[in-house]
Nanobody, 117 residues
Framework: QLQLTESGGGLVQPGGSLRLSCSIE????????YSWYRQRPGKERELVAT???????KYGDSVKGRFIISRDNAKRLVYLQMNGLKPEDTAMYYC???????????WGQGTQVTVSA
């Protein structure tokens, strides 16, 4: 079982940057893929970025070229570097740990990002 805790959210002006962190507790965490999702008000939760256990990256179209996902297995952390933030990036951001072979997945509680002048 994994426990995920997001941090790093807050209020930022348009064009600014934030780095979200997802702290991981649990065994065999390095065999899991990790994704960041976001949920904007009135919208469904959407995939932002994924990093696989072997470092393969995937991004949603709306964040390509602006956001960077990374992981540090030794520190048990997954990051989301967000640059060039726009008001439409305002959302609750969630970290998800998932293993497609076992079908197991775990969610964090989320961290709020607000982009506003």
């Amino acid at each position: 079982q994994l426990q995920l805790t997001e941090s790093g959210g807050g209020l930022v002006q348009p064009g600014g940057s934030l780095r979200l962190s997802c702290s991981i507790e649990g065994f065999i965490h390095d065999t899991y893929d990790y994704s960041w999702y976001r949920q904007r008000p009135g919208k469904e939760r959407e995939l932002v970025a994924t990093i696989s256990s072997i470092g393969i990256l995937k991004y949603g179209d709306s964040v390509k070229g602006r956001f960077i996902i990374s992981r540090d297995n030794a520190k048990r952390l997954v990051y989301l570097q967000m640059n060039g933030l726009k008001p439409e990036d305002t959302a609750m951001y969630y970290c998800k740990g998932h293993n497609d072979f076992s079908g197991k997945f775990y969610w964090g509680q989320g961290t709020q990002v607000t982009v506003s002048a």
